[in-house]
């Protein structure tokens, strides 16, 4: 009889392990699927970065403010130089950084040749003068010997009249013969005649002499300006503060000989004061003046206007300068600030922060997601100094990265960690 196998087997005691190698090995295998998923998606992000060395901001609409900023300092508005009348030798009397009042004299000038001039004119002028008190003298003397005649012109014309008459009466009577009747009509004719020419004699004497009087007087006249001038030339040495300020700085020495309008002094207004800003160039075209300024200096904020823009262009920057809207106590000349010159206000627009993302010329970002930011391109249009407009990529809400975005290598995903 053939014998079986049942001779040799074993019972064996079911263990642990044996129970669970099954469901080890699909555990096995759902991580090897894990690690492969995991693996494949790590290769579609790409990269992550540092989500802590990043800068993002939401993208948001309003008010757009542009803006420009520019540096500068304060000036007075009125910082006059004074200049020197004429040649000579000048004494400074005010030294700089001293006050000074309106009117007060600050330098003197001294000028021989002026004074002399004067003293010159003034014995013209007293001699005219004197020449017309000698005319109007003789005026006088004349106007008498001319009334003179006139006067014994009428008494002879008196007499010849008296004649006429007796002549009448005599004639009627036969008393007197036909010649002297004649006679004594011709007598009062002559004596019309010569009382006639000498009344016409003493009127053009008259006139002649009023004549010669206002000549005489005209040259007095214009002899007075010539006086009267050279006179406001030498109270002119005396230079005066045309302002209530400080004096700035000598140009000259003391005592220096000086010419003809050389600059002598100069002059600070403390009572008004503005503000010279430097813009650059690319913002000239923009610029027009009454814009609005905000300005910041010593820790005070100033509003301003523009007053004027330079036409020309110095080391790439316009110069424009600013009123202020109110003068403060405590400015200084030549004090440093920063200002914004309030270009234009766009209402209702789409913008971000401005941020070093801007450096890829405005065209591309990275949209936040959750743990993922995605590359996006984006068009942007104007920027003020805090904010930049965005036209086109995003909607409002989204938050986009705008920090440099150098690390990011230009890949389409990066996981922020």
């Known amino acids: 009889m053939i014998r079986d196998t049942s001779g040799q087997d074993k019972v064996v005691e079911h263990s642990m392990t044996q129970r669970w190698r099954k469901p080890l090995a699909v555990a096995a295998a759902l991580a090897v699927s894990v690690g492969s998923l995991v693996w494949l998606s790590s290769r579609d992000v790409g990269q992550s970065v540092d989500a802590s060395r990043l800068v993002v901001a939401k993208v948001e609409r309003g008010t757009l403010v542009r803006d420009v900023a520019a540096t500068g300092h304060i000036v007075a508005a009125n910082a006059p130089i004074l200049y020197s009348p004429q040649s000579g030798h000048v004494r400074l009397l005010a030294q700089p950084g001293d006050q000074v009042e309106v009117e007060q004299v600050v330098a003197e000038v001294t000028s021989p040749e002026l004074a002399n001039s004067l003293q010159q ?67 009062l004719a002559r004596a019309k005649l010569n009382y006639r020419l000498a009344g016409q004699e003493v009127q053009i004497a008259k006139d002649t002499l009023a004549f010669e009087l206002k000549s005489a007087g005209i040259a007095i006249e214009r002899q007075q300006l010539v006086v009267q001038e050279l006179e406001r030339q030498v109270d002119s040495l005396a230079i005066r503060a045309p302002v209530t300020g400080i004096v700035g700085n000598h140009l000259v020495e003391q005592m220096a000989a000086v010419s003809q309008s050389q600059p002598l002094i100069t002059l600070v207004d403390l009572s008004a004061f503005e503000a010279e800003l430097q813009v650059p160039e690319s913002y000239a075209d923009e610029l027009g003046l009454g814009m609005d300024v905000e300005l910041q200096l010593a820790g005070m904020n100033l509003q301003g206007q523009l007053k004027a823009i330079s036409p020309e262009v110095r080391d790439r920057q316009v110069t424009t300068r600013v009123r202020l809207a109110a003068q ?87 996981m922020l960690r």
């Open 121 to 187: 004119q003034q014995a013209v002028l007293a001699s005219l003068q004197g020449e017309l008190e000698g005319r109007r003298l003789d005026a006088r003397a004349q106007e008498l010997a001319l009334t003179r005649t006139l006067e014994l012109a009428k008494v002879d014309l008196d007499a010849a009249q008296r004649e006429e008459r007796r002549a009448q009466k005599s004639m009627q009577k036969q008393l007197i013969s036909q010649r002297d009747f004649d006679q004594a009509i011709d007598e």
């Open 328 to 414: 403060p106590q405590g400015l200084r000349q030549n004090q440093r600030l920063s200002a914004r010159i309030l270009l234009e206000n766009r209402p209702d627009t789409l913008m971000v922060k401005r941020g070093a993302f801007l450096q890829s010329g405005g065209s591309l970002s990275y949209r936040v997601d959750g743990e993922t930011a995605y590359r996006t391109a984006i068009q942007t249009g104007v920027s003020s100094i805090s904010h930049v407009e965005v036209l086109s990529g995003v909607k409002e809400g989204d938050t986009l990265i705008i920090s440099s975005l150098d690390t990011f290598e230009n890949q389409d995903k990066v």
